[in-house]
Nanobody
């Protein structure tokens, strides 16, 4: 089992930046692809960004590319999501996920509880 704990969410003004983190514990291994998803009120959960276990490849939801950056530090068992130029429509619960077998498509074998990001206008 792998436990994922997100942190760093909060309230930020439009145009601001925020970095959220996800730390894995338990039977951790760097051989997991990792991803961030988000779910806004009344909407379906959507993939934000994913990264391979070595970090050599990343992919993003098309509309977010250029504002959001996913990265990972396997020595710390942590994946990050740097969010810049935030907009009110970025308001959502952001979830971290790990997949043992694949990066694209990403299904997720383990999920965190989520961290709330609220962007005020």
């Amino acid at each position: 089992q792998v436990q994922l704990v997100e942190s760093g969410g909060g309230l930020v003004e439009a145009g601001g930046s925020l970095r959220i983190s996800c730390t894995a514990s338990g039977r951790t291994s760097s051989d997991y692809a990792m991803a961030w998803f988000r779910q806004a009120p009344g909407k379906e959960r959507e993939l934000v960004a994913a990264i391979t276990w070595r970090g050599e490849r990343t992919r993003y939801e098309y509309s977010l590319k250029g504002r959001f950056t996913i990265s990972r530090d396997n020595a710390k068992n942590t994946v990050y999501l740097q969010m810049n130029s935030l907009k009110p429509e970025d308001t959502a619960i952001y979830y971290c996920a790990a997949d043992r077998t694949q990066y694209d498509p990403f299904y997720g074998d383990y999920w965190g509880q989520g961290t709330q990001v609220t962007v005020s206008s």
